[in-house]
């Protein structure tokens, strides 16, 4: 979707604001924040995709008011409202409905270590056959599909170059609203700064993007 | 959701190809309560939200805790340097890294999550590159940890793609002319860390001393791996 977190190329956002020793977390919440997001994906309601998605369906205002971990916290609570592990009576509450059943955690203290910090890897089995090969010159499309992609606007309808083939992944496209994984390459693709940003870009520079092949055309 | 805005969705997903269902669709309904949900204070809210989890029998705090504690004090950019500090004193090595980081990566142990399929970009003195995510914040957790909130906030995110070089000015950087640089947007699962140049003047330090000359900064290419100053702290 054409959101506000596909900021590549925006202006008008300020200074980097770079802060000197940063603690990995700035409160206590936000590390629980951030382990809770780990370890109850665990129970396969959703997949990563489909969470980064719920970060892009925070309205706009709220997408630029709220802190990172602000944002991971209304998404989480979302999207587990959505998948039925809470209900939204339950998170106002902050008490299980009466009667509920209590479940046993996938992810114990016992397990931690090998279940939550190996995520699912997204690469597949490389039974698909490319659609482009290294040298090809290719066109990002031209498209504004109104779920998650991970096409950035900055690169639609620009031509670039397959520097890479990074084998074979999950589609997010697809993946993230549960309409199947859809498996297919990715590639590293270069664009010169001067096709995506024109001529005051220095004629060297570059961005490279990773792209699945149906992002593209040849061109 | 008016039937229009559905009508849209239906032909948008067609055109891409996407099989049109009912759950594309709901995607659309989304945005109008997920802004029901704001937390006032956050705190407050992820209390409330963790002691229902526990009582559900959802979460173990216990591992929750373990999670904190791993990003807190075990996985750090210490790793990435530890491995920028291996490919700068043995040749063979930085060869296996940049021709297949992940299988180079495991030798010296690390993988996991995002980690998987992590690829490593030289600086030369012909090339810099710079690392990116700008539609989220994707960043090779093994070998840095957590981002900080510049790698993750709209200026940095923003501009990398359209003005690295004023942003790396920014961040005290500025390249000379001749100088290619590369910005890699990860948009993919794809994970990418910098190999720094080795300063000059490095050349009879030892890995451990070399592995301290090496930032978080200088492995995300917004800043080079340097001597220490003179009268610094070692």
Redesign the interface.
Known sequence: MNGVHDMGGEQGMGPIQYEKNEPVFHAPWEGRVYAINRTLGAWRKWNLDASRHGVELLPPADYFRMSYYERWLTRLINISIKTGLVTREEVESGKPAPGAAKATPPITVANVEAAAMIRASARRPDAVAPRFAVGQKVRARNMNPIGHTRLPRYARAKSGVIERDHGVFLFPDTNAHFLGEKPQHVYSVRFSARELWGEAAKPQDSVYLDLFDDYLESA | MDTTRRG??AS??A?????A?Q??AH??D??AH??Q???SD??L?????????V??????P???????E???RKV?PRNGARVVARAWIDPAYKARLLADGRAALKELGY????G??TLVVENTPRVHNLV?C????CYPWPLL??P???Y???????????D??G?LR??GLTLA??V???????????RYLVLPERPTGSENMSEEALAALVTRDAMVGVAKATLPQKGAQP
């Open positions: 849209f969705l948008t997903v055109a891409s190809g996407v099989a269902t759950n594309m995607a659309a989304e945005h997920d802004h949900m704001l937390p956050p705190t809210r992820v209390k409330s939200l963790e002691s229902l989890l009582e559900k029998g959802l979460v173990d216990a591992a929750l805790d373990a999670v904190v791993t990003y807190e750090g993988g996991g999550a995002t998987e399929d990116v700008t539609l989220c914040s940890g957590l900080p909130v510049w993750k906030s709209a200026p940095y995110r923003s501009r990398a793609v359209i690295p070089r942003v920014e961040f002319d001749d290619d640089v590369r910005v890699w947007d990860s948009t993919a699962e794809l």
